[in-house]
């Protein structure tokens, strides 16, 4: 099979990881940003890749289609890439008043399977599991890591070029890397002091938590 991910944000990034984790051999990558796009080629294994400010997609190309970016000039795209019998997935967040013009005939001719994405709050343990794999590069998306000080420089734009980025907490050298055990449920984060401490839930769609450090 062939795939292709439109959009190379965060989100982008990480589906054309999970689609060659989960046995899809060719991926390619649809973006805006060059600097995204080769890397994705080089470190993360993308095969292809289309800068679509100056390049088109290949029409009929594609059996599974991942639209990550929520326009409807994007959407329209995953339609017209999506070759006959394939899937695409709509994962892309556009207003609620946005549309997207496609041919409904298209739809039968190529006998299109289009679904939609909305929260899940069942999938963390299997995030979980599948970084802890070492199948996903997560670490590798990281552009930058800031200090808390830091945090409302980069809010007010002093700190450039942020694709991704983690805030360090306090002098624990992992800051805040998750180091879960898929063994043990709930998972677990190491500490500086070398144990590991249990996250808990929190909110209303399990969001995890670190537990209290016995000496904050």
Not at 138 to 149: R, T
Not at 165 to 180: F, N, R, S, T
Not at 186 to 213: Q, W
Request: aromatic residues 10%; proline residues 6%; glycine residues 10%.
């Amino acid at each position: 099979q062939k795939a292709l991910v439109i959009g190379d944000g965060f989100m982008g990034q990480i589906f054309a990881q999970l689609l060659q984790a989960y046995g899809v051999h060719r991926v390619d990558l649809a973006g805006i940003f060059d600097e995204k796009l080769e890397r994705n080629k080089w470190q993360f294994g993308v095969t292809e890749t289309y800068n679509t400010t100056r390049e088109q997609i290949p029409s009929e190309a594609y059996d599974v289609i991942i639209e990550a970016v929520g326009l409807p000039a994007t959407q329209a795209q995953a339609i017209s890439a999506a070759k006959k019998g394939a899937q695409v997935l709509m994962f892309g967040v556009g207003p609620q008043e946005a549309h997207f013009e496609m041919n409904t005939y298209d739809i039968y001719k190529k006998q299109l399977t289009i679904q939609g994405s909305f929260i899940n709050p069942l999938t963390f343990r299997d995030a979980i599991s599948l970084v802890s794999s070492g199948k996903m590069n997560i670490g590798g998306l990281i552009s930058h890591e800031l200090g808390l000080e830091e945090v409302q420089d980069f809010l007010d734009g002093k700190i450039s070029g942020v694709s991704k980025a983690v805030v360090a907490i306090g002098d624990c050298p992992h800051k805040g890397v998750w180091l879960p055990d898929d063994r043990a449920w709930p998972p677990c984060i190491l500490c500086c002091d070398g144990h590991r401490y249990p996250t808990y839930k929190i909110g209303g769609y399990g969001d995890e938590a670190v537990a209290p450090h016995p000496n904050p």
